[in-house]
Nanobody
Framework: QVQLVESGGGLAQPGGSLRLSCTAS????????KGWYRQAPGKEREFVAS???????NYTDSVKGRFTISTDDAKNSVDLQMNSLKPDDTAVYYC??????????WGQGTQVIVSS
């Protein structure tokens, strides 16, 4: 059974940094696309960033220049480096990986709170 496990969430001050990590296990196939989504209280889940192996990365406009996504295919992992954090970045962050035929796999979510 495929499992995605996130880590690295927590509390940060405005302007601070956090690094999220997500590692997959149980898969016998390669994930073509890896990414991060987030859901703030009272809002719908939204796209944050995605990357493909050897391909382009994509970011939602609100995080461009502040967040960096990276992937390690050998480790089945994807990280999200978040700098210059803002209170609006407060949300539960979810890792997503797309398997064969684009089937999505999700992590359980990790809480990020940006507050002074």
């Amino acid at each position: 059974q495929v499992q995605l496990v996130e880590s690295g969430g927590g509390l940060a001050q405005p302007g601070g940094s956090l690094r999220l990590s997500c590692t997959a296990s149980g898969n016998i196939f390669r994930f073509n696309v890896k990414g991060w989504y987030r859901q703030a209280p009272g809002k719908e889940r939204e796209f944050v960033a995605s990357t493909t192996s050897g391909g382009p990365t994509n970011y939602t406009d609100s995080v461009k220049g502040r967040f960096t996504i990276s992937t390690d295919d050998a480790k089945n992992s994807v990280d999200l480096q978040m700098n210059s954090l803002k209170p609006d970045d407060t949300a539960v962050y979810y890792c997503q990986m797309l398997g064969p035929l684009g089937r999505p796999y999700w992590g359980q979510g990790t809480q990020v709170i940006v507050s002074s």
